[in-house]
């Protein structure tokens, strides 16, 4: 396939770009700046500024633009980028994919969102038919789900990724936690009662590369584990993978000195279940969080 692919320098953004090309898909990457490279193409979404005849020579697109979240404190300003950076470059594209003459339109839009979509649940399971819950990520989860209808009601193909929480030493929920673990001077955040949406890189990328091919499959897919564990079960399971204690827990108040607004969102409970994925018969490598952590610790 063609791919035109937006956020590929983020933790998963480069890895989804070395997968797509190791399985012999062409990769055509959107950058705000001049291009380096023949596979670059310049874009502002920022403007809304994106050359139509970029987007027509593409099967897929794939965007995955935004800053991180946890990157840095939640300040009005941040809590602005963290939003529009979304939302533009959401919108750029559906946009642009939408005033396309429909032959030249590609097949589907594959755009990133968040199990932040549905707030805090506690400990009830929801699935892709939940609503949106409350607090600020579930209002941008909202906003940018929102921001692909163009898209959709030009009959494109469209899947809203809820990504929960990926595994890798190398960035997502683990490389934060790495060395307090190593050190044993960490342990469960809060309560420890809060579940976490956790999934493996690897079945993340194949989640994606699945969902990119799953022709019957639109609409906002949970793309987390079959299992999901408690902050408390994790951090158990993490210590004993690196024969650490975590005896150390970290109390809310101290997180949210440590945080400021993002301390809400990390003591957030989020029981989250891929039910279009188990659906479609999705096969998980790390369906339990013991594999999960393994693979994420050991392999590439």
């Not at 934060?176 to 309560?191: D, E």
């Not at 004993?240 to 204690?245: G, N, T």
């Amino acid at each position: 396939m063609r791919i035109l692919m937006a956020g590929v320098s983020g933790f998963l953004g480069t890895r989804l770009v070395d997968r797509l090309t190791g399985d012999g898909h062409q990769v055509t990457r959107l950058v705000r700046r001049s291009p380096r490279t023949p596979d670059e193409q310049r874009w502002d979404p920022a403007a809304g500024q994106l050359d139509p005849a970029v987007v027509a020579a593409a099967d897929a697109v794939v965007n995955l633009a935004g800053a991180g979240v946890g990157d840095k404190r939640w300040t009005d300003d941040y809590r602005r980028v963290i939003r529009s950076s979304r939302v533009d470059s959401t919108t750029t594209l559906a946009v642009t994919i939408a005033g396309l003459p429909a032959a030249d339109r590609p097949r589907v839009l594959l755009n990133s969102s968040a199990v932040g979509w549905y707030g805090n649940t506690g400990d009830r399971v929801v699935e892709e038919d939940a609503p949106a819950g409350e607090g600020f990520l579930a209002d941008v989860c909202r906003v940018w789900e929102a921001a692909t209808r163009p898209a959709e009601d030009a009959g494109v193909r469209v899947v809203r990724l809820r990504t929960g929480l990926p595994l890798h030493r190398d960035g997502g929920l683990l490389k934060p936690q790495l060395l307090p673990f190593k050190l044993g001077i960490a342990g469960r955040l809060g309560s420890g009662r809060q579940w976490l949406p956790w999934i493996s890189l690897l079945d993340w990328l194949d989640a994606t590369v699945y969902l990119l091919a799953a022709g019957e499959v639109a609409g906002a897919v949970n793309v987390v584990g079959p299992h999901p564990a408690t902050n408390a079960e994790f951090t158990r399971e993490f210590a004993r993978q690196l024969h650490r204690p975590a005896i150390v827990p970290i109390p809310a108040l101290a997180l949210k000195v440590a945080l400021g607004g993002f301390a809400q969102e990390a003591l957030t409970s989020a029981r989250v279940l891929p039910a279009v994925l188990t659906r479609a018969g999705f096969p998980w490598t790390h369906p339990e969080l013991p594999a999960a952590l393994h693979a994420a610790l050991h392999d590439d």
